[in-house]
């Protein structure tokens, strides 16, 4: 698609993308984060999903994007569903928290090395 339609939907998607984005930030990154800083084990497990996110997008290939971060965040999210996980009810606890909730840490942990957006 070319001219002004392909500049609205990129728009479009960038627009949804730092929603989804700052939607896992509100919901996972602020509390886990914090609790990351405090707790070496949870950030070294964050460090090991930031390295395998990053494996798994080629960001040594190509630069990571909120839409590309974003898209992966839903897919993580939708399979866990597909498998049966449900996101905890309240406050995190983030000395017990999951492989999926580590993986969505570690897109806000990654979220915040992109830079702003114009």
Not at 95 to 101: E, G, N, P
Request: net charge negative; aromatic share 6%; charged share 15%.
């Amino acid at each position: 698609m070319n001219g002004l339609f392909s500049g609205a939907a990129a728009r479009a998607a960038l627009r949804s993308a730092h929603a989804c984005l700052s939607e896992l930030m509100t919901c996972v990154g602020v509390t886990g984060l914090a609790a990351a800083a405090d707790s070496p084990g949870l950030l070294a497990a964050v460090d090991q999903h930031v390295a395998g996110i990053r494996d798994s997008l080629s960001t040594d290939e190509r630069p990571l994007t909120p839409v590309i971060l974003a898209a992966y965040a839903e897919g993580v999210r939708d399979a866990a569903f597909k498998h049966g996980w449900r996101a905890p009810e309240g406050p995190i606890d983030w000395s017990a928290s999951d492989w999926v909730l580590n993986r969505l840490l570690a897109v806000c942990s990654l979220a915040r090395t992109l830079p702003p957006s114009i």
